[in-house]
């Protein structure tokens, strides 16, 4: 057996020659832990030495949100009493050892859910696709009793993870053989326990419905083809703009959903031969309806049938040629993975990496490698190698050619939404309705303005149209509609509705009223109305209940009602998503990161942010979340000044550990009493010297600005599904009576979307307060408080019960 030595916990020479010694940048050093082990024999000291051991790690190329599951899985396991590892430089780290693998504390993760990439960086390794390599990365994690492991990557990450831990007892049989390690550490270190994150934008793993980084690629995305459009409409230019996306085209189809971009090129279903000359005849007809520009997006990994790549100067060229449109091309590459991630991304990243922790935590010697993913509203676990080879089966079956069989692979809303984009590009045409047969819908907005609302009008206009049917637009709501304000909507009205925020329609927030009742039903009857489609928040459904009520006295409701929801609060029942919240969620945290940085500047200052939302603290919750604030108060969970205090002394502990911001999001009507100036004064009295505090009422911004990536495709979602209800249901003859399953409002439920009669959930709602009586993210409350609040760790020895553990957090 070799002989021992001390430079064997490094990188010792019985495991890698000297020629490969892999050379690497150091990270800065970093302050020795709190709560560092020393090699004493102190009762704490055993007892810190018998907590269990994360490591974790970011491999492959970086993305936006793994600082967020970073921050979340950090942080959750040393709630649960766990000491974490962080291993700079992915596998490199891992096999180098040293000062790449350290030990962080509850604050080394503060200030890093708002910034981009990596913060412990992420690089290529080829040594750890050798045995030595792994065999060196084995040794590393035994010497700091290291037997669980985290790797946010992609597929291939993934799958070195897996391997690993396959040849984790042999590797430490060899240590031992070696005289690396003892038997006894091999004993203890007996099985490596493994969890899977996705970090990529591309959203190509199966398993999870979005991977981290994803959403906010789409952002990148849409803000550049939104900045295109004003220079191609001045110019009456053509653009070809290339995104990312070698496998799969998820970046590429729902960003064209969203931008109402004219042609759309991706790897997993190739266009037909004479593709070229169908395009060509789409942009002629969008030009010929009044669009000064088009719009082409095509996935780095766009082929044609015989898998020949279609290069983004190839669709120049052919415009260029056949129609003489002046076109220009935009690369944006690598810019889709900067930038600060998005709320989604954000509160994935929370969710998960705290789900992860759980995970591996919760592991043993006989559980295979799970994934952690979301799936609707759910965190979800996976077979990890399960994930890995549909994945890769995706990519091996566009490698043979077999891309009816790759995209029926590709997650169901996949495969609609190409559908959705081929009716709205008019890729294959239908029979011509014949004017006698024709279907009639009106369209209106009610309630408050929401993001998102303009973008579902017009899907909805060109799905009904290429239907060979008819819209009618409202304006101002029931108001208008009572009063005539109706005519029928063409393509040149709606041609730039997509990207644009507020209201085009005008809005209000009036129900129908019973002197309104009348002059609605007339106005039906008068323009022969088959359906109704009204999108808007609690309002709408509120006037849908009443319209459905209205029935026996007015035949003229006896049609077809849908509500789609559209509000930022998110307040709407029958629904856990409604356009609009998204954007301003996005808003909340891209204030939430300025006044971070002038509470930071100032170094003793805590930021008071008001948000809307009426009753419901969705945005307030999730605003919190995704923003690391240290507290969100709500409607729904009462609190006292009790709860005020706690979270005052929190904020103390906090300065006083060196951390000079603090940050309260409080919901404009949780409480009467405990209002905004109430609790900023509060806070600045007990702040004493510590720190200053100041107020930020958001007010009607959060309402404006242009749709998200995510409330753009939801309402295209939202259109295409509403569609297809009335296509189901709408008759051209009036119906004497009809059924309640007729009156609906159309949601997101976990991955589906569901219609549900308003008179079913009329019962399921808090008509006072405006609420719907389930909403599934106050399941996140606790997990909020967990990621915000700091424990002091050095408890005592047998008694981890008595360490200030909250009974209301329970993970």
Same mark, same amino acid.
């Given at each position: 057996?070799?002989?021992?030595?001390?430079?064997?916990?490094?990188?010792?020479?019985?495991?890698?020659?000297?020629?490969?010694?892999?050379?690497?940048?150091?990270?800065?050093?970093?302050?020795?832990?709190?709560?560092?082990?020393?090699?004493?024999?102190?009762?704490?000291?055993?007892?810190?030495?018998?907590?269990? #051991?994360?490591?974790?790690?970011?491999?492959?190329?970086?993305?936006?949100?793994?600082?967020?599951?970073?921050?979340? %899985?950090?942080?959750?396991?040393?709630?649960?009493?766990?000491?974490?590892?962080?291993?700079?430089?992915?596998?490199?780290?891992?096999?180098?050892?040293?000062?790449?693998?350290?030990?962080?504390? &509850?604050?080394?993760?503060?200030?890093?859910?708002?910034?981009?990439?990596?913060?412990?960086?992420?690089?290529?390794?080829?040594?750890?696709?050798?045995?030595?390599?792994?065999?060196?990365?084995?040794?590393?994690?035994?010497?700091?009793?290291?037997?669980?492991?985290?790797?946010?990557?992609?597929?291939?990450?993934?799958?070195?993870?897996?391997?690993?831990?396959?040849? &984790?007892?042999?590797?430490?049989?060899?240590?031992?053989?070696?005289?690396?390690?003892?038997?006894?550490?091999?004993?203890? #270190?007996? *099985?490596?326990?493994?969890?899977?994150?996705?970090?990529? +934008?591309?959203?190509?793993?199966?398993?999870?419905?979005?991977?981290?980084?994803?959403?906010?690629?789409? @952002?990148?995305?849409?803000?550049?083809?939104?900045?295109?459009?004003?220079?191609?409409?001045?110019?009456?230019?053509?653009?070809?703009?290339?995104?990312?996306?070698?496998?799969?085209?998820?970046?590429?189809?729902?960003?064209?959903?969203?931008?109402?971009?004219? &042609?759309?090129?991706?790897?997993?279903?190739?266009?037909?031969?004479?593709?070229?000359?169908?395009?060509?005849?789409?942009? /002629?007809?969008?030009?010929?309806?009044?669009?000064?520009?088009?719009? +082409?997006?095509?996935?780095?990994?766009?082929?044609?049938?015989?898998?020949?790549?279609?290069?983004?100067?190839?669709?120049?060229s052919v415009i260029e040629k056949e129609l003489g449109y002046d076109t220009r091309i935009t690369v944006l590459?690598?810019?889709?993975?900067?930038?600060?991630?998005?709320?989604?991304?954000?509160?994935?990243?929370?969710?998960?990496?705290?789900?992860?922790?759980?995970?591996?935590?919760?592991?043993?010697?006989?559980?295979?490698?799970?994934?952690?993913?979301?799936?609707?509203?759910?965190?979800?676990?996976?077979?990890?190698?399960?994930?890995?080879?549909?994945?890769?089966?995706?990519?091996?079956?566009?490698?043979?050619?077999?891309?009816?069989?790759?995209?029926?692979?590709?997650?169901?809303?996949?495969?609609?939404?190409?559908?959705?984009?081929?009716?709205?590009?008019?890729?294959?045409?239908?029979?011509?309705?014949?004017?006698?047969?024709?279907?009639?819908?009106?369209?209106?907005?009610?309630?408050?303005?929401?993001?998102?609302?303009?973008?579902?009008?017009q899907a909805f206009f060109r799905l009904t149209t290429y239907h060979g049917h008819q819209v009618y637009a409202?304006?101002?709501?029931?108001?208008?509609?009572? !009063?005539?304000?109706?005519?029928?909507?063409?393509?040149?009205?709606?041609?730039? &509705?997509?990207?644009?925020?507020?209201?085009?329609?005008?809005?209000?927030?009036?129900?129908?009223?019973?002197?309104?009742?009348?002059?609605?039903?007339?106005?039906? !009857?008068?323009?022969?109305?088959?359906?109704?489609?009204?999108?808007?928040?609690?309002?709408?459904?509120?006037?849908? /209940?009443?319209?459905?009520?209205?029935?026996?006295?007015?035949?003229?409701?006896?049609?077809?009602?849908?509500?789609?929801?559209?509000?930022?609060?998110?307040?709407?029942?029958?629904?856990?998503?409604?356009?609009?919240?998204?954007?301003?969620?996005?808003? +909340?945290?891209?204030?939430?990161?300025? %006044?971070?940085?002038?509470?930071?500047?100032?170094?003793?200052?805590?930021?008071?942010?008001?948000?809307?939302?009426? @009753? #419901?603290?969705?945005?307030?919750?999730?605003?919190?979340?995704?923003?690391?604030?240290?507290?969100?108060?709500?409607?729904?969970?009462?609190?006292?000044?009790?709860?005020?205090?706690?979270?005052?002394? @929190?904020?103390?502990?906090?300065?006083?550990?060196?951390?000079?911001?603090?940050?309260?999001?409080?919901?404009?009507?949780?409480?009467?009493?405990?209002?905004?100036?109430?609790?900023?004064?509060?806070?600045?009295?007990?702040?004493?010297?510590?720190?200053?505090?100041?107020?930020?009422?958001?007010?009607?911004?959060?309402?404006?600005?242009?749709?998200?990536?995510?409330?753009?495709?939801?309402?295209?979602?939202?259109? !295409? #599904?509403?569609?297809?209800?009335?296509?189901?249901?709408?008759?051209?003859?009036?119906?004497?009576?009809?059924?309640?399953?007729?009156? /609906?409002?159309?949601?997101?439920?976990?991955?589906?979307?569901?219609?549900?009669?308003?008179?079913?959930?009329?019962?399921?709602?808090?008509?006072?307060?405006?609420?719907?009586?389930?909403?599934?993210?106050?399941? %996140?409350?606790?997990?909020?408080?967990?990621?915000?609040? *700091?424990?002091?760790? *050095?408890?005592?020895?047998?008694?981890?019960?008595?360490?200030?553990?909250?009974?209301?957090?329970?993970?």
């Open positions: 057996m070799a002989k021992r030595t001390s430079s064997s916990t490094s990188f010792g020479s019985e495991l890698c020659p000297p020629e490969k010694m892999p050379r690497i940048t150091l990270p800065p050093q970093s302050p020795q832990p709190s709560f560092a082990v020393s090699r004493s024999s102190s009762p704490l000291t055993v007892e810190l030495e018998r907590r269990k #051991c994360i490591a974790v790690m970011t491999s492959g190329g970086d993305s936006q949100g793994m600082n967020a599951a970073l921050r979340g %899985l950090v942080r959750m396991a040393m709630y649960r009493h766990a000491r974490v590892f962080l291993i700079y430089e992915g596998y490199q780290g891992l096999v180098q050892g040293g000062d790449l693998i350290k030990e962080t504390t &509850w604050y080394g993760v503060s200030h890093i859910m708002g910034k981009g990439g990596t913060v412990i960086g992420t690089a290529r390794c080829k040594e750890f696709r050798e045995r030595w390599g792994r065999r060196a990365a084995a040794l590393n994690l035994v010497k700091k009793r290291i037997t669980n492991l985290i790797v946010i990557g992609g597929d291939g990450s993934l799958t070195g993870a897996n391997l690993f831990r396959e040849e &984790w007892p042999e590797l430490l049989q060899e240590l031992v053989e070696e005289g690396n390690i003892s038997a006894q550490e091999q004993t203890e #270190c007996d *099985h490596l326990n493994i969890v899977g994150m996705v970090g990529s +934008i591309d959203n190509d793993m199966c398993g999870t419905d979005m991977t981290l980084g994803a959403d906010s690629a789409l @952002h990148r995305i849409v803000e550049a083809v939104d900045a295109i459009s004003f220079t191609a409409s001045s110019h009456q230019r053509c653009f070809v703009l290339e995104v990312m996306g070698r496998h799969c085209g998820y970046l590429a189809l729902v960003s064209s959903l969203g931008c109402n971009a004219d &042609w759309c090129l991706i790897p997993e279903s190739p266009p037909s031969d004479n593709w070229e000359k169908k395009m060509c005849e789409q942009l /002629c007809r969008s030009r010929e309806e009044g669009a000064r520009m088009n719009l +082409i997006i095509v996935a780095e990994g766009a082929v044609d049938r015989q898998g020949q790549p279609i290069s983004s100067q190839y669709v120049k590459g690598h810019v889709q993975r900067g930038g600060a991630p998005s709320a989604y991304d954000r509160l994935m990243g929370c969710r998960v990496g705290a789900a992860a922790a759980n995970a591996v935590l919760d592991a043993d010697k006989d559980n295979e490698p799970v994934l952690v993913g979301l799936q609707g509203n759910r965190v979800v676990q996976s077979p990890l190698m399960k994930c890995v080879r549909e994945t890769q089966g995706i990519a091996g079956a566009m490698k043979d050619g077999n891309f009816k069989e790759a995209l029926s692979m590709r997650a169901g809303s996949f495969v609609r939404h190409w559908a959705t984009f081929r009716r709205l590009s008019r890729y294959d045409k239908l029979p011509v309705v014949p004017a006698t047969e024709k279907l009639r819908f009106a369209l209106l907005h009610v309630g408050a303005p929401a993001a998102g609302v303009n973008t579902c009008t409202v304006h101002e709501g029931f108001d208008g509609l009572a !009063k005539g304000s109706i005519q029928l909507l063409d393509r040149s009205q709606v041609l730039k &509705w997509s990207v644009a925020g507020g209201s085009h329609l005008g809005t209000n927030r009036s129900l129908p009223s019973k002197e309104g009742l009348p002059l609605i039903a007339e106005q039906l !009857k008068k323009h022969r109305i088959n359906g109704l489609l009204v999108i808007g928040g609690f309002e709408a459904f509120h006037s849908l /209940c009443i319209l459905e009520d209205a029935r026996k006295d007015y035949p003229a409701f006896c049609i077809p009602m849908l509500n789609v929801a559209a509000t930022i609060s998110n307040n709407v029942p029958g629904t856990d998503h409604s356009m609009g919240c998204d954007t301003a969620l996005n808003i +909340i945290i891209e204030t939430t990161d300025r %006044l971070k940085q002038s509470a930071v500047a100032s170094r003793k200052r805590v930021f008071v942010i008001e948000t809307m939302g009426g @009753h #419901c603290g969705f945005l307030a919750t999730m605003g919190g979340l995704a923003g690391g604030a240290d507290a969100a108060y709500i409607f729904e969970e009462k609190f006292t000044i009790s709860d005020l205090q706690n979270d005052v002394r @929190h904020l103390v502990s906090k300065f006083q550990q060196g951390i000079w911001r603090g940050i309260i999001l409080r919901n404009e009507k949780c409480s009467p009493y405990y209002t905004t100036d109430f609790i900023t004064n509060l806070y600045s009295a007990e702040g004493g010297e510590l720190f200053t505090t100041r107020s930020n009422v958001l007010g009607h911004m959060q309402q404006g600005g242009l749709p998200s990536p995510y409330d753009r495709h939801l309402g295209v979602r939202f259109a !295409k #599904c509403s569609l297809d209800f009335f296509l189901d249901h709408c008759t051209l003859e009036p119906q004497p009576q009809c059924s309640s399953a007729t009156a /609906c409002t159309v949601g997101m439920r976990a991955r589906k979307t569901v219609f549900t009669p308003v008179s079913e959930l009329k019962l399921r709602t808090d008509f006072k307060n405006r609420l719907p009586l389930d909403q599934w993210w106050l399941e %996140l409350r606790p997990l909020l408080r967990i990621l915000a609040k *700091h424990r002091d760790y *050095h408890f005592k020895p047998g008694d981890l019960a008595a360490d200030e553990i909250e009974q209301s957090t329970t993970p």
